[in-house]
């Protein structure tokens, strides 16, 4: 599996946008990135994914380098309730039933 | 909005007991995966399970587990002969390619503690 490099962890003030970057230096053209994400004592949670184009859902959004070789999550307007470990994953997207290989991901601490 | 279930929530056992860990994933999903979390690292893949044969595992899933799908709802992972080291959050996981969306949806977990 393809590595990507996330920072351990950030913090951000409520209601300010965070940006959580990821690097992925040695992507393939069919990887598609995917960001999860583990709210405290909960399971993982997927939030978006993308291939080369920006992506936006209700959740956030992904912003992705030209070059692919990394990729940003957005959160517009951060709540307590975004605190949590977020995981930047790549998987082969000729084979969309692979499995998920976590890292140790970003955990993103809300300042109230 | 439909959810994978897991049951119990907390299961305590002895070394060497086995243990049925239960899902119910979402009705019209196709993949099934386990993945286990040992408390304070990453999350890590067992096996995943298709049209009723494991299609991936990793080194984890040795011969002391198993899973099974017994009826058209359920999915179970089994640990034969718990050991110490078996104690973790067990997460279930489905996913339906069918709309070739690759979204994986995860339960709630299971916390297994052997003693």
């Known amino acids: 599996d393809a590595k990507t490099t996330q920072p351990n962890s950030m913090e951000s003030n409520e209601e300010e946008p965070v940006h959580l970057p990821c690097n992925h230096s040695t992507i393939s053209g069919t990887d598609y990135i995917h960001w999860y994400r583990q709210l405290p004592s909960q399971g993982p949670e997927y939030v978006i994914h993308g291939l080369t184009s920006n992506v936006n859902n209700r959740m956030a959004s992904l912003a992705i380098a030209e070059d692919r070789k990394s990729s940003t999550l957005i959160l517009h307007r951060a709540t307590l309730r975004d605190a949590a470990v977020y995981y930047c994953i790549l998987r082969d997207g000729d084979f969309g039933n692979e499995k998920l290989t976590f890292g140790t991901g970003t955990r993103l601490t809300i300042i109230p | 909005e439909p959810e994978v279930t897991q049951t119990p929530s907390h299961q305590v056992t002895q070394m060497g007991q086995e243990v049925i860990l239960r899902c119910v994933p979402i009705?019209?999903?196709?993949?099934f995966y386990w993945y286990r979390q040992i408390l304070g690292q990453k999350v890590e893949f067992l096996v995943s399970f298709y049209n009723n044969e494991i299609s991936e595992k990793s080194e984890i899933f040795d011969d002391q587990f198993s899973v099974e799908r017994p009826d058209g709802s359920n999915f179970t992972l089994k640990i034969r002969s718990t050991k110490l080291e078996d104690s973790a959050m067990y997460f279930c996981a489905s996913s339906d390619l069918r709309g070739y969306s690759y979204e994986q949806y995860f339960g709630p977990g299971t916390r297994l503690t052997v003693t």
């Open positions: 009705s019209n999903h196709l993949y």
